[in-house]
């Protein structure tokens, strides 16, 4: 007994001695001087909460990789705070030929490169080209139907298609409408190491999973308007990390805070929280004809949830909407059941009229398990992560499934062997995101119409593939929402994808700042923001 | 001596070789299509092939292998999907988790061969008991717990310490210490636990030796006893010990960088493992296998150059 | 009992041999200790879905994040799940992953290190080269990167954890059968012409037998540890499984709002492994009285 004791003793000493070692070090912590305010000059550093990938257009594929390229590769389009689009490097909005197979760009003059070289239609033809031709390029898909391009003079770049394209003003919106600079394509090295575009501010340097570095350029036009001195892209993937270096001062602007911070942050007097609901949705692709392989011929698989209408209409009135959101995400995110994001403007025409249910209905679901004259039902899911908030909504799901007699096994998996069995088609039921495009073409076309090339359900309806081929081809707003809402009546009937909510993303901003702008796509846009005096 | 070493360097070469082909074939027997990873929300069967082409995945694994075998011969470990140079990101993190694992087999040491020493010297005393129990209760509990525990301590309630993050020494050495502190603690406190059991049964036998015998019958005093002549030779064991530790310490640290959030090696591991990143996943194995076989061949030379029995015997097992 | 015992120690020097051996354990209270802690664990395992109050997924919206109440021994988790149950069944998993892994482990490490120890000459070059190889590898590593190859699960976790552990008792096997194969009843053996399986079987194992054990007592909790590293990396138990380290990697986003999450899976983990260190070292000095603790 006594020797317990004294072991408690020793323990405890230890502890003690530890406590001191720490307690000298927080007292020294407190001697740190705090930033001085300037109007123009200083650095922004933002939080990035994964780390971008190649910083080459050409091939970047990441969310956050978007963001970085906002502050130094401007595009021949951009979007307003209402998401409409606008010329940037562009003169005006194109303009497009009778048969919809020639859209005509007027360029923006006196624009320069910031490595000094100049900004013109060449420069875009050898961009496009490059993003057509290039081995392994990412947006050769987004503009496919491009298949020429023309300089005739040095503000006139003109686009050639093989088909009506609608989504294409939206596309060069987007990535594959920056420009790179021809100069530093030629120069033989890594575009990604070193990328040259038009913008407010240069790369400068990169340590790969720590931080990407840009400064104030000296060639844009627009650098008047350019206050901060260099914006440093801070990699931290850990949230709780990410949180607390904004409230120490460590960065100034926090991405995506995670849902267990928010109301903290929100009680602090330093931080503005902005939010944006995001374009993106989260929802679960059923498996209802993918038996062979993407883009393989589809023929109804052997699931109960394939078998069965009833069933699928079922397993959707089992999900509480409102509980996911209350438990998995602290209530802080937009359930719905639509691909559109409430923030577009396609979002009311096309789900004019539809039902959600934003709450379970249990005795419906039990009386249509029953009326599919499926015994004992049940459904593998697999879930694209295997991180513990996946884990958490695979877990909710199957406890309401469970609630009206569906059996729900949950599979965690890791997210590019989850796209591999997805693209198999050996899965039942699939929990994956979609970041979401500004054209309502981007989240539907390809998951629902039988030769997209994300339709991963294997869903193949004839009457939907002539609507979303028409509306491709329509270019006035007003026959595209007719044809999205005829679209919407389908997928909500027949329900290859069940759409569980809209994520919804909380910045952090020191008020130090000021001109840090969220939009509905979810990108930081810091490029012309400052330290207020 | 140098046919010795020779025989060493050799067998290390080979190990080096096949490591670099267990390596090869192990990441890309991982689930998961690398060009899925590259092509992203991109999925479209020829976009996929193109990228497999540009990467050169389509080509049969003995030339995938040949190819980055003779440029990783040169040095150059290839780009990883952020089109990064490997060698310049393992480069820059490899240091982090230098400094992590030396904080740690500081606090290691410390602790382990002065909790063992006086163990020894106290047989069966109280203190002996405590440091018994304390090295036991230190292999028992899980460290990765050990760290949630500090951060809810240290870092939710009593606000001392940053639960996690990192920030190097040049940019500011006071804060990185205060982010290193409670990691060291956790992977060191793991080695003390081993080193002072170590140390305390290598004290045992070298106090009953003979010569410790000689030097107490010639009077000297028991604290030059224990210093000079037992301490003295239970550190070749100990040295040892640190040496064998090292997959552990590397191990240890694999798990410390990715609850405190440190960008070390550790995480870099699991980052390519996540992204399916092959050319990286690859540099780092490969680096991660190289520098333990050096280590351990720099073990065997020092420990033969201490001990010249070992070069005789020219066992295996150091 | 003991009438019984006595009776067949006079006729049998094994069991009296065994006899002496369990007094000397019974007068090391610290084992005895372990050993009844790790038969608790054992029991808590296999009597899971009869002792525990909740099925281990059995969610409640309603109370989430709940504190210990006469419902809840030990409150609830973020989806409203008992915290105790969870536990008890989390048992399961690492039992199952030390005591398995460890199987495998001798399975694969003792039939190598014997042939190697044995036979010596190239045979025992090559395995040396081989298990240097494995070794060059540190142990995590390995086990992440075998249980991302086979995919994440228990079983995989087990496979990988006791593949892992392989190349250490390899060299543990190897060096005794090497020790083993100079001792004068060996040789003997040899001049008589009995067959090297003869031999290996009747003399070598036998002999080692004691040291083996040891190193299992040492491998379980090691592997009990390793099977909470790889289900809180994610590479491990799949939720909703239950297992310790699964808790505590969930429990790592709540470490603010409620802390207790993450300290009683790894008070368990602790429990768990230290019993079965403290039978080891108990084991160890009834059985091998060349080390010294």
Same mark, same amino acid.
């Given at each position: 007994?006594?020797?317990?004791?004294?072991?408690?003793?020793?323990? &405890?000493?230890?502890?003690?001695?530890?406590?001191?070692?720490?307690?000298?070090?927080?007292?020294?912590?407190?001697?740190?001087?705090?930033?001085?305010?300037?109007?123009?000059?200083?650095?922004?550093?933002i939080g990035l909460a994964?780390?971008?990938? &190649?910083?080459?257009?050409?091939?970047?594929?990441?969310?956050?990789?978007?963001?970085?390229?906002?502050?130094?590769?401007?595009?021949?389009?951009?979007?307003?705070?209402?998401?409409?689009?606008?010329?940037?490097? &562009?003169?005006?909005?194109?303009?497009?030929?009778?048969?919809?197979?020639?859209?005509?760009?007027?360029?923006?003059?006196?624009?320069?490169?910031?490595?000094?070289?100049?900004?013109?239609?060449?420069?875009?033809?050898?961009?496009?080209?490059?993003?057509?031709?290039?081995?392994?390029?990412?947006?050769?898909?987004?503009?496919?139907?491009?298949?020429?391009?023309?300089?005739?003079?040095? *503000?006139?770049?003109?686009?050639?298609?093989?088909?009506?394209?609608?989504?294409?003003?939206?596309?060069?919106?987007?990535?594959?409408?920056?420009?790179?600079?021809?100069?530093?394509?030629?120069?033989?090295?890594?575009?990604?190491?070193?990328?040259?575009?038009?913008?407010?501010?240069?790369?400068?340097?990169?340590?790969?999973?720590?931080?990407?570095?840009?400064?104030?350029?000296?060639?844009?036009?627009?650098?008047?308007?350019?206050?901060?001195?260099?914006?440093?892209?801070?990699?931290m993937?850990?949230p709780s990390?990410r949180t607390q270096a904004l409230r120490a001062g460590?960065i100034q602007v926090e991405d995506r805070i995670q849902s267990t911070d928010v109301p903290t942050l929100q009680k602090d007097k330093s931080v503005t929280v902005s939010k944006a609901i995001t374009?993106?949705?989260?929802?679960?692709?059923?498996?209802?004809?993918?038996?062979?392989?993407?883009?393989?011929?589809?023929?109804?698989?052997?699931?109960?949830?394939?078998?069965?209408?009833?069933?699928?209409?079922?397993?959707?009135?089992?999900?509480?909407?409102?509980?996911?959101?209350?438990?998995?995400f602290g209530g802080l995110n937009q359930?719905?059941?639509?691909?559109?994001?409430?923030?577009?403007?396609?979002?009311?025409?096309?789900?004019?009229?539809?039902?959600?249910?934003?709450?379970?209905?249990?005795?419906?679901?039990?009386?249509?398990?029953?009326?599919?004259?499926?015994?004992?039902?049940?459904?593998?899911?697999?879930?694209?992560?295997?991180?513990?908030?996946?884990?958490?909504?695979?877990?909710?799901?199957?406890?309401?499934?469970?609630?009206?007699?569906?059996?729900?096994?949950?599979?965690?998996?890791?997210?590019? *062997?989850?796209?591999?069995?997805?693209?198999?088609?050996?899965?039942?039921?699939?929990?994956?995101?979609?970041?979401?495009?500004?054209?309502?073409?981007?989240?539907?076309?390809?998951?629902?119409?039988?030769?997209?090339?994300?339709?991963?359900?294997?869903?193949?309806?004839?009457?939907?593939?002539?609507?979303?081929?028409?509306?491709?081809?329509?270019?006035?707003?007003?026959?595209?929402?007719?044809?999205?809402?005829?679209?919407?009546?389908?997928?909500? &009937?027949?329900?290859?994808?069940?759409?569980?909510?809209?994520p919804v993303n909380y910045y952090g901003i020191t008020k130090k700042v000021t001109g840090v702008q969220i939009f509905g796509?979810g990108l930081i846009r810091a490029?012309?923001a400052?330290?207020?005096? | 001596?140098?046919?010795?070493?020779?025989?060493?360097?050799?067998?290390?070469?080979?190990?080096?070789?096949?490591?670099?082909?267990?390596?090869?074939?192990?990441?890309?027997?991982?689930?998961?299509?690398?060009?899925?990873?590259?092509?992203?929300?991109?999925?479209?069967?020829?976009?996929?092939?193109?990228?497999?082409?540009? =990467?050169?995945?389509?080509?049969?694994?003995?030339?995938? =292998?040949?190819?980055?075998?003779?440029?990783?011969?040169?040095?150059?470990?290839?780009?990883?999907?952020?089109?990064?140079?490997?060698?310049?990101? $393992? $480069?820059?993190?490899?240091?982090?988790?230098?400094?992590?694992?030396?904080?740690?087999?500081?606090?290691?040491?410390?602790?382990? $061969?002065?909790?063992?020493?006086?163990?020894?010297?106290?047989?069966?005393?109280?203190?002996?008991?405590?440091?018994?129990?304390?090295?036991?209760?230190?292999?028992?509990?899980?460290?990765?717990?050990?760290?949630?525990?500090?951060?809810?301590?240290?870092?939710?309630?009593?606000?001392?310490?940053?639960?996690?993050? =990192?920030?190097?020494?040049?940019?500011?050495?006071?804060?990185?210490?205060?982010?290193?502190?409670?990691?060291?603690?956790?992977?060191?406190?793991?080695?003390?636990?081993?080193?002072?059991?170590?140390?305390?049964?290598?004290?045992?036998?070298?106090?009953?030796?003979? =010569?410790?015998?000689?030097?107490?019958?010639?009077?000297?005093?028991?604290?030059?006893?224990?210093?000079?002549?037992?301490?003295?030779?239970?550190?070749?064991?100990?040295?040892?010990?640190?040496?064998?530790?090292?997959?552990?310490?590397?191990?240890?640290?694999?798990?410390?960088?990715?609850?405190?959030?440190?960008?070390?090696?550790?995480?870099?591991?699991?980052?390519?493992?996540?992204?399916?990143?092959?050319?990286?996943?690859?540099?780092?194995?490969?680096?991660?296998?190289?520098?333990?076989?050096?280590?351990?061949?720099?073990?065997?030379?020092?420990?033969?150059?201490?001990?010249?029995?070992?070069?005789?015997?020219?066992?295996?097992?150091? | 009992?003991?009438?019984?015992?006595?009776?067949?120690?006079?006729?049998?020097?094994?069991?009296?041999?065994?006899?002496?051996?369990?007094?000397?354990?019974?007068?090391?209270?610290?084992?005895?200790?372990?050993?009844?802690?790790?038969?608790?664990?054992?029991?808590?395992?296999?009597?899971?879905?009869?002792?525990? %109050?909740?099925?281990?997924?059995?969610?409640?919206?309603?109370?989430?994040?709940?504190?210990?109440?006469?419902?809840?021994?030990?409150?609830?988790?973020?989806?409203?799940?008992?915290?105790?149950?969870?536990?008890?069944?989390?048992?399961?998993?690492?039992?199952?992953?030390?005591?398995?892994?460890?199987?495998?482990?001798?399975?694969?490490?003792?039939?190598?290190?014997?042939?190697?120890?044995?036979?010596?000459?190239?045979?025992?070059?090559?395995?040396?080269?081989?298990?240097?190889?494995?070794?060059?590898?540190?142990?995590?590593?390995?086990?992440?990167?075998?249980?991302?190859?086979?995919?994440?699960?228990?079983?995989?976790?087990?496979?990988?954890?006791?593949?892992?552990?392989?190349?250490?008792?390899?060299?543990?096997?190897?060096?005794?059968?090497?020790?083993?194969?100079?001792?004068?009843?060996?040789?003997?053996?040899?001049?008589?012409?009995?067959?090297?399986?003869?031999?290996?079987?009747?003399?070598?194992?036998?002999?080692?037998?004691?040291?083996?054990?040891?190193?299992?007592?040492?491998?379980?909790?090691?592997?009990?540890?390793?099977?909470?590293?790889?289900?809180?990396?994610?590479?491990?138990?799949?939720?909703?499984?239950?297992?310790?380290?699964?808790?505590?990697?969930?429990?790592?986003?709540?470490?603010a709002?409620? %802390?207790?999450?993450?300290?009683?899976?790894?008070?368990?983990?602790?429990?768990?492994?230290?019993?079965?260190?403290?039978?080891?070292?108990?084991?160890?000095?009834?059985?091998?009285?060349?080390?010294?603790?």
């Amino acid at each position: 007994m006594r020797g317990s004791f004294k072991r408690f003793a020793f323990l &405890a000493l230890g502890l003690v001695l530890v406590g001191a070692l720490t307690a000298a070090v927080a007292a020294a912590r407190g001697t740190k001087s705090s930033a001085s305010k300037i109007r123009n000059g200083g650095t922004l550093t933002i939080g990035l909460a994964e780390e971008p990938d &190649a910083l080459d257009p050409t091939i970047a594929r990441t969310f956050v990789g978007r963001i970085v390229f906002l502050a130094m590769c401007e595009k021949l389009y951009d979007l307003d705070s209402h998401l409409n689009i606008v010329p940037q490097l &562009a003169a005006a909005l194109p303009q497009v030929s009778k048969d919809k197979l020639t859209y005509t760009i007027k360029l923006r003059k006196g624009i320069k490169f910031n490595d000094g070289t100049p900004f013109n239609a060449a420069a875009v033809k050898t961009t496009i080209d490059r993003y057509l031709t290039f081995k392994g390029s990412v947006r050769k898909s987004e503009i496919s139907p491009i298949s020429s391009v023309d300089a005739p003079n040095a *503000t006139t770049a003109v686009l050639h298609l093989s088909a009506p394209y609608s989504p294409l003003t939206a596309q060069l919106a987007d990535r594959a409408g920056m420009i790179l600079s021809p100069k530093a394509l030629a120069s033989g090295g890594s575009f990604a190491q070193n990328p040259v575009c038009v913008g407010p501010f240069s790369f400068k340097d990169r340590v790969a999973g720590d931080h990407i570095t840009v400064v104030k350029s000296p060639f844009y036009y627009g650098k008047a308007k350019v206050h901060l001195a260099s914006i440093v892209y801070r990699i931290m993937t850990d949230p709780s990390s990410r949180t607390q270096a904004l409230r120490a001062g460590d960065i100034q602007v926090e991405d995506r805070i995670q849902s267990t911070d928010v109301p903290t942050l929100q009680k602090d007097k330093s931080v503005t929280v902005s939010k944006a609901i995001t374009i993106g949705y989260q929802g679960l692709t059923l498996n209802l004809g993918n038996k062979n392989g993407l883009l393989k011929p589809y023929s109804t698989v052997d699931t109960d949830l394939a078998r069965s209408q009833f069933l699928r209409t079922a397993f959707d009135l089992a999900l509480d909407r409102t509980t996911i959101n209350k438990v998995v995400f602290g209530g802080l995110n937009q359930p719905d059941c639509f691909p559109i994001a409430p923030v577009s403007p396609w979002y009311k025409p096309s789900t004019k009229g539809l039902k959600c249910n934003l709450h379970a209905n249990v005795d419906l679901a039990k009386k249509l398990v029953k009326a599919s004259g499926i015994s004992s039902p049940s459904v593998n899911l697999m879930l694209g992560g295997t991180d513990p908030v996946t884990a958490r909504l695979g877990q909710v799901i199957q406890s309401m499934e469970a609630a009206v007699g569906i059996k729900v096994s949950v599979t965690p998996t890791q997210f590019t *062997t989850a796209l591999n069995r997805a693209d198999a088609g050996t899965f039942d039921a699939f929990a994956i995101g979609w970041s979401g495009r500004v054209d309502p073409d981007g989240n539907i076309y390809g998951f629902v119409s039988t030769k997209g090339t994300l339709n991963d359900s294997g869903f193949t309806n004839a009457k939907l593939d002539y609507i979303l081929n028409g509306a491709r081809k329509s270019l006035t707003t007003k026959s595209r929402n007719t044809l999205y809402h005829a679209a919407m009546q389908i997928i909500h &009937a027949q329900r290859p994808l069940i759409y569980l909510y809209h994520p919804v993303n909380y910045y952090g901003i020191t008020k130090k700042v000021t001109g840090v702008q969220i939009f509905g796509d979810g990108l930081i846009r810091a490029q012309f923001a400052g330290y207020a005096s | 001596m140098g046919g010795f070493l020779l025989r060493k360097a050799g067998a290390a070469l080979v190990v080096v070789f096949l490591s670099s082909v267990v390596v090869f074939i192990g990441v890309r027997a991982l689930p998961g299509d690398p060009a899925l990873a590259l092509g992203a929300e991109n999925r479209d069967p020829a976009v996929l092939a193109a990228i497999r082409q540009a =990467y050169g995945l389509d080509q049969p694994l003995p030339v995938q =292998y040949v190819k980055w075998a003779s440029r990783a011969l040169r040095g150059d470990l290839g780009l990883d999907a952020r089109q990064l140079p490997v060698g310049h990101t $393992i $480069i820059t993190r490899i240091p982090i988790t230098l400094e992590l694992a030396l904080l740690a087999v500081l606090i290691g040491v410390v602790i382990g $061969i002065l909790a063992g020493v006086i163990a020894a010297v106290r047989r069966g005393k109280l203190s002996d008991h405590a440091a018994t129990t304390s090295a036991l209760v230190g292999l028992s509990v899980p460290h990765f717990w050990l760290g949630l525990m500090m951060i809810i301590v240290f870092a939710v309630d009593l606000r001392w310490l940053p639960a996690s993050g =990192y920030v190097s020494f040049h940019e500011h050495p006071l804060s990185n210490l205060e982010h290193l502190l409670m990691p060291a603690l956790v992977l060191g406190t793991g080695l003390s636990a081993v080193l002072m059991r170590q140390t305390r049964s290598a004290m045992l036998s070298s106090l009953t030796a003979d =010569y410790v015998r000689t030097a107490r019958a010639k009077g000297l005093s028991e604290r030059s006893v224990i210093a000079k002549h037992a301490l003295r030779n239970s550190l070749i064991t100990v040295t040892t010990v640190v040496g064998l530790q090292l997959g552990a310490l590397i191990s240890g640290a694999v798990i410390t960088e990715q609850i405190f959030v440190i960008p070390g090696f550790g995480r870099l591991t699991l980052e390519a493992v996540n992204e399916r990143d092959y050319t990286l996943l690859q540099g780092v194995v490969l680096v991660a296998a190289t520098g333990y076989v050096v280590v351990n061949l720099l073990v065997d030379v020092v420990y033969s150059l201490l001990n010249p029995r070992i070069r005789v015997s020219g066992s295996n097992t150091p | 009992m003991s009438f019984v015992d006595t009776s067949v120690a006079a006729i049998n020097p094994r069991a009296r041999r065994r006899r002496i051996l369990r007094r000397r354990f019974m007068r090391r209270p610290l084992a005895v200790a372990g050993f009844l802690v790790a038969i608790a664990f054992v029991l808590a395992a296999i009597l899971a879905p009869v002792i525990a %109050p909740y099925s281990a997924g059995a969610t409640d919206f309603n109370a989430l994040l709940a504190h210990s109440s006469r419902h809840h021994l030990l409150g609830t988790d973020e989806l409203g799940r008992d915290v105790f149950s969870r536990i008890l069944w989390g048992a399961r998993a690492s039992i199952e992953a030390g005591v398995l892994a460890t199987l495998l482990a001798m399975a694969v490490a003792v039939p190598i290190g014997i042939v190697a120890g044995y036979y010596r000459g190239w045979v025992d070059a090559a395995i040396a080269r081989l298990t240097d190889v494995l070794l060059a590898f540190p142990f995590l590593i390995v086990a992440v990167g075998l249980a991302a190859i086979l995919g994440p699960s228990l079983t995989n976790a087990t496979i990988a954890l006791g593949i892992g552990a392989a190349p250490a008792l390899i060299r543990i096997a190897r060096g005794e059968a090497l020790a083993l194969r100079e001792e004068d009843y060996v040789r003997a053996a040899v001049a008589n012409g009995a067959s090297d399986l003869r031999i290996i079987a009747r003399h070598v194992l036998p002999n080692m037998l004691s040291t083996l054990i040891v190193q299992a007592t040492v491998a379980i909790p090691a592997a009990i540890i390793g099977e909470a590293v790889l289900s809180f990396l994610g590479l491990g138990v799949q939720p909703p499984t239950p297992s310790w380290g699964v808790m505590l990697s969930d429990a790592q986003s709540y470490l603010a709002q409620a %802390p207790r999450l993450a300290i009683y899976p790894g008070i368990a983990i602790f429990l768990c492994s230290l019993s079965f260190n403290l039978l080891g070292d108990g084991l160890r000095d009834i059985l091998d009285p060349r080390t010294t603790r």
